[in-house]
């Protein structure tokens, strides 16, 4: 089946401006995760999903990001006011999570990411 | 919260011979381990995973050891081959039916000598 998908693959923005970065993860699976990578570094974590629970947002560095999963499926990941900070890699993930599943549940598939460009 | 730190940055090695990358972590409630491997400008893969109940596990070339007490595990490549080239990344977490985000190390990138 097809994998985490994300678009766009790369996006340029002007400092200052929003941007909002799509996700769609493997089907079934109800957990998702956000992370950040900036160029030749570790991946941050960002946010988690999990079914209809309340996010785990403990890893949004301001408050200009923010995330939505609508549905239980698809996320949109939203910076506003872009700075040249936020320029990085910004990959998503999922599992399948839940009581069932066996240890394979918890196994995260990456995205190809999102290269985000601010100048 | 969790931390991760991983060594070394970079690893240069002839082909042939072995690789061995390690990770330390901080929080003991941790209990899953995977390793990722990410070549330029692609996703990272999971090439293998270790929970807190073994001390080792083995997949062909690759292994991972894990020693709770002293909180660090490691990832032993033999045999490399140019392939084997990319950038690897530990990671922690506890696992739950509700999943939990992972905490990765900065990262090595390994280069294998023809």
């Known amino acids: 089946g097809a994998g985490v998908s994300q678009s766009p693959s790369n996006k340029v923005t002007e400092k200052g401006k929003d941007v909002e970065l799509r996700c769609d993860p493997i089907s079934g699976h109800t957990a998702l995760y956000w992370y950040r990578q900036s160029l030749g570094q570790g991946l941050e974590f960002l946010i988690y999903f999990q079914g209809n629970s309340a996010p785990d947002k403990s890893g949004l560095p301001s408050d200009r990001f923010s995330a939505e999963r609508t549905g239980g499926s698809v996320s949109t990941l939203t910076i506003q006011r872009t700075q040249q900070e936020d320029s990085a890699v910004y990959l998503c993930a999922s599992s399948r999570q839940g009581a069932q599943g066996g240890l394979a549940k918890n196994i995260q598939y990456f995205g190809a990411g999102t290269r985000l460009s601010v100048l | 919260g969790e931390n991760v730190e991983q060594h070394p940055s970079t690893l240069s090695v002839q082909e042939g011979d072995s690789a061995v990358i390690k990770c330390t972590y901080s929080?003991?409630?941790?209990?899953?381990f995977p390793w990722y491997k990410q070549e330029l400008g692609k996703r990272p893969q999971l090439i293998i995973d270790?929970?807190?109940?073994?001390g080792e596990k083995k997949d062909q070339r690759i292994a991972v050891t894990l020693n709770k007490t002293a909180k660090h595990f490691s990832l032993h490549i033999t045999e490399t081959q140019p392939e084997d080239s990319a950038v690897y990344f530990c990671a922690a977490s506890i696992e739950a039916n509700a999943g939990n985000m992972l905490t990765f190390g900065g990262g090595t990138r390994l280069m294998v000598k023809p």
């Open positions: 929080d003991s409630a941790s209990n899953y």
């Open positions: 270790i929970r807190s109940n073994v």
